[in-house]
């Protein structure tokens, strides 16, 4: 089984300042792993994802991850904030070989973004 | 690029009573998807369709809710009878190579 786990409910950041949010999940099998970002009244959107090959991932609106099987972690890094960036981001996990809309979320991270 | 269109937006009913959402993806995809977003969590996969059929249902409360997927195309779910713990979003996803795309949801609200 595969579970993930959203360090923070809510992250507060200045624009201009550096975002993370943290991830760490759990599988027993090589995991496929996701960001989707979630604006209000909107579907979720995918920013990023990993499956196999180079362990930073660089996706959309300059955010990026880097999947670290030792720590089981996939934290959503963007070096400098803007405002459009404030939404609710999740993080998935999907066991390889399952079907590719198998997802397990986490709960979600409220990113505010301060003037 | 892929879209799906989802209604209604919202939907307030008393527990008891019966609710159908809709789902209509504006391309064609084989896969489609039900998810439940209960505030303050993720979502959660209720109900995985390929083309007409069902592949996989396993955490589809099947004692209230039943989902339908018509020629492929459009579907529909719904509960019957309603609880107040299926207060919730619920979501439409088409997949393609890795990616979803999802719906903006219905929200339900059960009184």
């Known amino acids: 089984a595969q579970s993930v786990t959203q360090l923070g409910s809510h992250v507060s950041v200045s624009e201009g300042a550096l975002v993370l949010l943290r991830c760490n999940y759990s599988?027993?099998?090589?995991?496929?792993l996701f960001w989707y970002v979630q604006y209000p009244n909107q579907g979720l959107q995918l920013l990023l994802k990993?499956?196999?090959?180079?362990?930073l991932v660089k996706g959309i609106n300059g955010f990026e991850a880097e999947f670290k099987k030792s720590e089981t972690s996939f934290h959503l890094t963007k070096p400098s904030a803007h405002m459009s960036d404030a939404a609710e981001y999740f993080c998935?996990?999907?066991?390889?070989?399952?079907?590719?809309?198998?997802?397990?979320f986490g709960q979600g991270t409220i990113l505010t973004v301060h003037p | 690029e892929a879209g799906v269109a989802q209604s209604p937006r919202y939907k307030i009913i008393e527990k008891r009573q019966s609710v159908a959402f809709w789902c209509n993806p504006i391309s064609g995809h084989a896969t489609l998807y039900w998810y439940q977003q209960i505030l303050g969590q993720g979502p959660k996969l209720l109900i995985q369709f390929q083309n007409n059929g069902v592949v996989d249902d396993s955490q589809l409360p099947k004692d209230r809710f039943s989902a339908e997927r018509l020629k492929g195309v459009d579907s529909t779910l719904k509960i019957q009878p309603a609880k107040l713990e299926d207060s919730a979003v619920y979501l439409c996803a088409i997949g393609n190579n890795e990616k979803l795309f999802f719906g903006s949801g219905t929200q339900l609200s059960v009184l």
């Open positions: 599988s027993s099998v090589p995991p496929y």
């Open positions: 998935a996990v999907r066991a390889g070989g399952t079907s590719y809309g198998k997802l397990t």
């Open positions: 990993y499956t196999t090959g180079a362990t």
